[in-house]
């Protein structure tokens, strides 16, 4: 096991607030599991599995920025 991180630490690479990342960025289906729960608050996560969820996030992110075509905006009315 490599180093463990906890939401504090999460929520410093994801740039979120650390209740944000607390209450629903660990909750995703696709958030690593946990590797040590010691209690309900006392959580931690494989830094190395965190950094490779966030590095697929942005690439995920990256694809869909690319297929949304520049000048194309939605308006009503």
Partial sequence: MGE???TADIAALVQLNRDYVTSVVTKRVDFP???LV???KT???DRAAVLQ???RQRVKASKRSATTSPG???STG
């Fill in 53 to 55: 969820w966030i590095a």
């Fill in 4 to 6: 463990l991180i906890g």
């Fill in 72 to 74: 194309s905006t939605s």
């Fill in 43 to 45: 959580v931690r996560w």
């Fill in 33 to 35: 599991a946990p590797a």
């Fill in 38 to 40: 010691l209690s309900r």
